[in-house]
């Protein structure tokens, strides 16, 4: 009884709009068609794995081909705090980014909106995390997309149990 109406309660924040293995499944002239014109992606385990400093060839052949596309923006929003990581990646997809988003509170990216003029119904967030990314995206009313992260085992024993929480909430 408290977990189905646990369920409930936090259900539609942390429904996706879409979920993917990764982010080379996202159909991103689809996305466009359906009025998405900003795209914000996570960076760990969505981009890269932690253990990787480097984006890879075919994250950058991607990147090159959303550029193509033409989205109004197109950005990076890590919660990570180690900024100079999250810039060496910005640097290498020549994105803007932003570090210690906080996701899933919305300051941030209210604040980002804001400040460039975007309607957060337009814009799309693509990341591993129900609970922040997804979360985050839901309640702004943006189109959520999962991916599934790209290394769930060698991450820290927090985010462990954070990938073991939502794979059980992605079941129910
Ligand atoms: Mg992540």
């Known amino acids: 009884m408290i977990k189905q109406r646990f369920i409930a309660s936090v259900q539609p924040y942390l429904n996706p709009t879409q979920v993917h ?43 090159n081909d959303i550029q193509l596309i033409g989205f109004d923006t197109v950005m990076l929003m890590s919660n990570n705090s180690n900024v100079d990581r999250i810039e060496a990646v910005a640097k290498q997809l020549q994105l803007p980014a932003v570090t210690f988003a906080c ?16 309607n957060l119904n337009e ?11 997804i979360a985050m995206a839901n309640v702004l009313n ?21 990938y073991t929480f939502q794979k059980w909430l992605m079941r129910q």
């Open 142 to 162: 943006m189109r959520s997309i999962f991916v599934e992260p790209m290394d769930a085992e060698h991450v820290s024993g927090t985010k462990k149990m954070q």
């Open 103 to 118: 996701k899933p509170f919305v300051f941030t990216m209210r604040r980002v909106a804001a400040d460039a003029a975007i």
């Open 123 to 133: 814009a799309a967030m693509i990341g591993d995390q129900l609970l922040t990314d």
């Open 21 to 63: 293995e990764s982010i080379y499944d996202i159909d991103f002239i689809e996305l466009q068609t359906l009025g998405v014109k900003h795209l914000f992606f996570d960076v760990d385990n969505t981009l890269m794995s932690y253990s990787e400093t480097n984006v890879s060839i075919k994250c950058m052949a991607l990147f």
